[in-house]
Nanobody, 123 residues
Framework: QVQLVESGGGLVQAGGSLRLSCAAS????????MAWFRQAPGKEREFVAAINRSGGSTYYADSVKGRFTISRDNAKNTVYLQMNSLKPEDTAVYYCAADPSYPTVVTGSRASWGQGTQVTVSS
């Protein structure tokens, strides 16, 4: 099973930017589609963005489209989430997920998960 460690969270003002990273180990990183999810207090975990194994295809939730960018570096076994124009409603714990299947990683139903990193956006 692949192990995932997120980093890069923090406190930022509305309109600011953050870049999250997720480092993978334990398996061949390029065999996995990757995704970011988030969970706000009192809410269910929700899908944010996904990227296929090669990095040639990406998919976003409507709520972040045009503001967030997912990317990956297979040589560094790392996936990134660049978050721009942050809003208070983006406040959540952000989780990295890995699944061999690109369609399935979007659901998170069979994914391996990291421990999460807190993002707090102040107004």
């Amino acid at each position: 099973q692949v192990q995932l460690v997120e980093s890069g969270g923090g406190l930022v003002q509305a309109g600011g930017s953050l870049r999250l990273s997720c480092a993978a180990s334990g398996r061949t990183f390029s065999n996995y589609a990757m995704a970011w999810f988030r969970q706000a207090p009192g809410k269910e975990r929700e899908f944010v963005a996904a990227i296929n194994r090669s990095g040639g295809s990406t998919y976003y939730a409507d709520s972040v489209k045009g503001r967030f960018t997912i990317s990956r570096d297979n040589a560094k076994n790392t996936v990134y989430l660049q978050m721009n124009s942050l809003k208070p409603e983006d406040t959540a714990v952000y989780y990295c997920a890995a699944d061999p299947s690109y369609p399935t990683v979007v659901t998170g139903s069979r994914a391996s998960w990291g421990q999460g990193t807190q993002v707090t956006v102040s107004s």
